[in-house]
């Protein structure tokens, strides 16, 4: 079994799936990220390929990008880091990133290339549900990868079933209509969407994502769903001066409640 | 060979809609919806009477004498210059506004670049009593101050795009931002033949109109309703759709896509994309666009800031793909040079966009017998701090 099926058969509940961008703040820091990451008690890592035009992204996301971008990062660069990173880590890991990327890299050459340094699964936003199901479903099976796809407050019913009959090994519930990194805190219109998708009875397990930035807001999506996916909060974070590692360190721990001065930060 | 868009939004092997599900109920609603809207008879009773009234229309065919003389052939120009707001932009507006009425949205979004569009746009949510918000890369607001004060006294908001560089590609990002985070209430206008479908359709079915146009009053005028040659500027494509649109099919009028060249092809500093585009995706459509070898894409430059953009719509990546268009690309100078040509010759000043078009007719071939139809996509007031700047030079 892959590491990201493993991941989901074992655990149910509190997932944590942290984002960033690969490149940001500086090039080499890929590993560093990752390892500290895995060690801080994160379960699952989502890598972002830096683009110059992320339309489903917030500014945050962006300005790490462009940075990313300026510091030099190439798909070449991040497939190597990739290669280095799995000769320590067994941390389930997913590429996210916009089609155009895939497509000028070739998109056989790209899914081989994923599966060949160790990448478990995709995140493609701007791929839509039916070109991956007539184009390239086949060649993501035959190469043993997953997709994710993502669902909305809007989406109708017909089509998160036919996103669950697709997606695996889960469902990425967009928290709110909005871009990443958009809006803090989680209101009651969500909470009754997020109760309204509970029911639906859906086979794969969803993570929480857009909008979770901090303890509160962790704990509301994994009431709601398996857990929760964190990406413009951790950005920031990096941001901030110090030891990379420190402060990986304890952002995780305070999204998850295991530092002393977590139930101060509920905002 | 067919030139219409399929069902599921190409034109060939260019288009679609690659939208990340959060615009899926949005675009989806638009694509169902319309054709039927386009073509019911209250709506093209309103349409065509907005058109007539407000716009204008029709836009005149004007037989340019001395400068068919200077150039020993038949010259004749549309006139979408002499529009209401000063360009073709408008006939997407009109049409775009009643398809938001008709959707029930209350808020409409836009993006734009020299603000031709964006004034378009102000104009028409002003006329309807609608909310407009207009984006606009910080780099433009500050070069076509004009246009961002005309937007605010049409009582639209003009909002600054302050990512990447700043400028048109940028501020269609953050329209579509916007458009994410108001899935409900808003409609977003998009300017041009870009986009995922089925905005480029929906785009160029409205700015039809100058072909239509076109073909009844060459008729009146030459006794034939089919040009030789059609020549019109391309960024993203909009006035060139419009002035194919009824000739796509007719393959005995050949058409000239103008692009800019900016400071010379080859130069880093340009935004002729058939020539230095590859196959890929902006802004929700397969198309050719100037990108890395990584798909990152590449910021473009053109003095003119309406065809300052890194890509082409579909229908003419399309269009040159199957050579049933020629693209030719015109520098800055050679723009610069026809637009002061133009204004001494014919006592029109016209945008530097469509200057670009003019310039084409030093680079094609024709014979003294051609009927030639150049489509003055707009008039030059908004390019006048640039021109002031070169008078002494070209003047």
């Known amino acids: 079994m892959d590491r990201l099926s493993r991941l989901f058969q074992e655990k149910q509940q509190d997932i944590l799936n942290i984002y960033f961008t690969a490149g940001y703040p500086n090039l080499q820091d890929t590993e560093t990220i990752i390892h500290s990451l895995e060690k801080s008690g994160v379960d699952l890592i989502e890598i972002g390929m830096p683009y110059s035009d992320p339309m489903a992204d917030g500014p945050t996301i962006q300005e790490s990008g462009d940075a990313a971008l300026a510091n030099g990062m190439t798909l070449e660069i991040l497939f190597d880091q990739i290669t280095a990173v799995r000769k320590k880590s067994d941390v389930p890991l997913i590429m996210m990133g916009y089609f155009n990327q895939m497509m000028q890299y070739g998109e056989l050459r790209f899914l081989k290339k994923c599966k060949e340094v160790g990448v478990d699964g995709l995140i493609l936003p701007d791929l839509p549900l039916e070109v991956y199901e007539t184009e390239y479903k086949a060649l993501f099976e035959e190469m043993g990868l997953h997709i994710i796809f993502l669902i909305t407050p809007q989406t109708p019913d017909a089509r998160i079933h036919k996103i669950d009959s697709l997606s695996s090994p889960f469902i990425y519930m967009v928290s709110n209509a909005a871009i990443t990194g958009a809006k803090v805190g989680i209101s009651d219109t969500q909470i009754s969407y997020f109760e309204r998708i509970q029911k639906m009875g859906l086979q794969n397990p969803r993570l929480i994502g857009f909008g979770i930035s901090n303890y509160k807001t962790y704990r509301t999506a994994c009431d709601y769903s398996s857990g929760a996916i964190i990406g413009s909060a951790f950005i920031k974070a990096l941001k901030d001066a110090g030891n990379l590692e420190e402060r990986i360190e304890d952002f995780v721990s305070s999204v998850k409640g295991t530092a002393l001065h977590a139930t101060n930060t509920t905002d | ?395």
């Open chain 2, 1 to 395: 060979m067919t030139y219409e868009v399929n069902p599921n939004g190409f034109y060939g092997e260019f288009g679609g809609a690659y939208i990340p599900e959060m615009l899926f109920p949005n675009i989806e609603e638009l694509r169902q919806k319309y054709l039927d809207f386009m073509y019911d008879s209250a709506f093209q009773k309103e349409f065509q009477q907005l058109l007539k009234d407000y716009v204008g229309r029709p836009s005149p065919l004007y037989l340019a004498k001395r400068l068919s003389k200077h150039y020993n052939t038949n010259i004749y120009l549309k006139r979408e210059d002499l529009n209401h707001t000063g360009a073709h932009k408008i006939n997407n507006t009109i049409g775009q506004i009643l398809m938001a009425q008709r959707l029930g949205k209350k808020r409409i979004i836009a993006e734009t670049g020299a603000g031709q569009h964006g004034v378009a746009t102000a104009t028409v949510c002003a006329l309807m009593g609608l909310e407009c918000i207009v984006y606009m890369g910080a780099v433009d607001i500050e070069r076509q101050a004009p246009n961002v004060s005309r937007m605010k006294m049409l009582g639209a908001k003009v909002v600054p795009a302050n990512s990447g560089s700043k400028t048109l590609k940028d501020a269609t990002n953050e329209a579509i931002r916007d458009w994410i985070n108001h899935p409900n209430d808003t409609h977003y206008i998009i300017g041009s033949v870009v986009g995922p479908h089925p905005y480029p359709d929906m785009v160029a079915r409205f700015q039809a109109v100058i072909s239509e146009e076109m073909k009844w009053q060459l008729n009146e005028q030459t006794g034939r309703e089919n040009p030789d040659i059609i020549i019109a500027c391309v960024g993203g494509g909009s006035n060139a759709a419009g002035a194919f649109y009824h000739y796509l099919k007719d393959t005995d009028v050949r058409l000239v896509a103008v692009e800019a060249a900016g400071m010379g092809i080859h130069s880093g500093e340009s935004a002729a994309t058939s020539v230095l585009g590859t196959k890929g995706i902006i802004h929700g459509s397969r198309t050719l666009l100037m990108q890395t070898e990584d798909g990152q894409i590449i910021e473009p430059y053109s003095l003119s800031a309406g065809l300052d953009y890194p890509g082409i719509g579909p229908l003419h990546a399309h269009l040159i793909d199957t050579k049933r268009a020629e693209a030719v690309s015109i520098t800055d100078a050679e723009a610069l040079e026809a637009a002061f040509f133009l204004s001494k010759q014919e006592g029109i000043i016209p945008a530097l966009e469509s200057a670009h078009a003019f310039a084409a007719l030093d680079k094609i071939k024709f014979s003294n017998q051609d009927v030639i139809v150049i489509n003055l996509s707009g008039r030059g007031d908004k390019d006048l701090g640039t021109y002031i700047k070169y008078l002494d030079q070209y003047g």
